[in-house]
């Protein structure tokens, strides 16, 4: 196993997350066995991929003594709302700075954010140098007050961030051990790469045969590929002396990021509601619905193929389904609200 040096981390996740196949998704698409990995259901307030990142990140923070954590993220930031879960968990301020506006009440993961306490810095239409930028200002403002800012980066996507994913990696290759099985491919949604970047790097040592894909929801794959071979860099020089670099175990697939980030089509909505009602399972429209859209296509293209085994990483995402814009969509278009089952009650029963 690896050799992690001087890394360590505060326990927020229920590890290990459970890894199942999905028999009836698997029949329904007529193509490889497609297997789950359900980071969705590593706790911390159903925080998902982010708290393996978190984990290190928090314990960095701790460490340099800091009293508030500074992030950013869309409006319905996944990871902005699972810093503030965890920042209230390890009793930090946290202070976050979002693009978008505020259009109502705060829904979904904004409405979290408030409830978890963040502070919150809303940016309409900035981009990532200017949300660098603003979580610069706001932390100079802390620093002012002589408080202890610490700045994580979109989505903890660091050298410290990715340890969490070479952690899933090897608690995969333990599982999978155990169950007597070897995938072909993992399969996982891409932002900001940091999750790609901990899988293959951790596969890379571990069990390289297998090939990791990372389904862009936003950036193309020439930002991503120059991301995670970055970061497999910084980790080697930082806590992995063994790692081959650079790493090229690793694909990036960024054809399903159709309008935009965030923005979804009937089509992938009406698949997310056929595997809620074949598998019981709830996948999100930003990101992991967007990745399995994608690898719903890649099989009916044929890429991939009956006889092969395909890990789905679920990494979470369920709140931005209860964000106004997606819950109307699903119940304009998708849901059939004709009341099929009335019941009427008699008042003697
Ligand atoms: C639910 C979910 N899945 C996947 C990702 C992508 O992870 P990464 O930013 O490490 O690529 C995110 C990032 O915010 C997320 O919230």
């Known amino acids: 196993m690896f050799r992690i040096m001087a890394a360590k981390k505060v326990n927020l996740a229920n590890l290990p997350t459970s890894l199942h196949p999905l028999p009836k998704v698997s029949s329904w698409l007529e193509g490889p066995e497609i297997w789950v990995k359900r980071d969705d259901l590593t706790g911390c307030a159903l925080s998902g991929n982010k708290v393996r990142k978190l984990e290190y990140v928090i314990y960095d923070a701790i460490k340099k003594k800091s009293d508030v954590l500074i ?13 503030a879960v965890a920042a209230a968990k390890v009793g930090l301020k946290c202070h976050l700075v979002l693009s978008g506006q505020l259009e109502d009440v705060p829904d ?34 802390y620093i002012k007050e002589g408080k202890k800012p610490y700045v994580i980066p979109l989505g903890a996507s660091s050298p410290l961030g990715a340890l969490g994913y070479i952690g899933a ?103 997310i509601q056929q595997i809620a009602s074949l598998e019981g399972l709830v996948l ?32 979470g995402g369920i709140f931005g389904l209860f964000a106004n814009h997606y819950r109307k969509m699903l119940a304009r278009n998708i849901f059939d609200l004709k009341i099929q089952n009335y019941i009427h009650l008699d008042k003697n029963d």
């Open 71 to 83: 992030t950013c993220g869309g409006i319905q930031s996944n990871h902005a709302r699972a810093t």
């Open 108 to 141: 979904g993961n904004t409405f979290l954010d408030f409830l978890f306490g963040a502070k919150v810095t809303f940016l309409e239409g900035a981009n990532l140098s200017e949300m660098d930028q603003a979580m610069e200002d706001v932390a100079q403002t």
């Open 169 to 271: 990696a090897t608690e995969i290759t333990m599982q999978a051990g155990e169950l007597r099985e070897k995938f072909d491919y993992v399969v996982v949604p891409c932002g900001s790469a940091g999750t790609l970047a901990g899988l293959a790097i951790g596969f890379s040592y571990l069990n390289p045969q297998t090939e990791i894909w990372g389904i862009s929801v936003s950036f193309k794959e020439n930002w991503i590929r120059e991301k995670v071979t970055s970061l497999a860099q910084e980790t080697k020089e930082q806590f992995l002396p063994e790692l081959a670099t650079p790493i090229t175990n690793f694909r990036v697939l960024d054809n399903y990021i159709g309008e935009g980030y965030g923005e979804t089509t009937p089509e992938q909505l009406k698949m």
């Open 284 to 315: 999100d429209p930003v990101y992991t619905g967007k990745a399995f859209w994608g690898l719903k296509e890649e099989i009916r293209k044929g890429t991939l193929k009956k006889g092969q085994k395909v890990l789905f990483v679920h990494t």
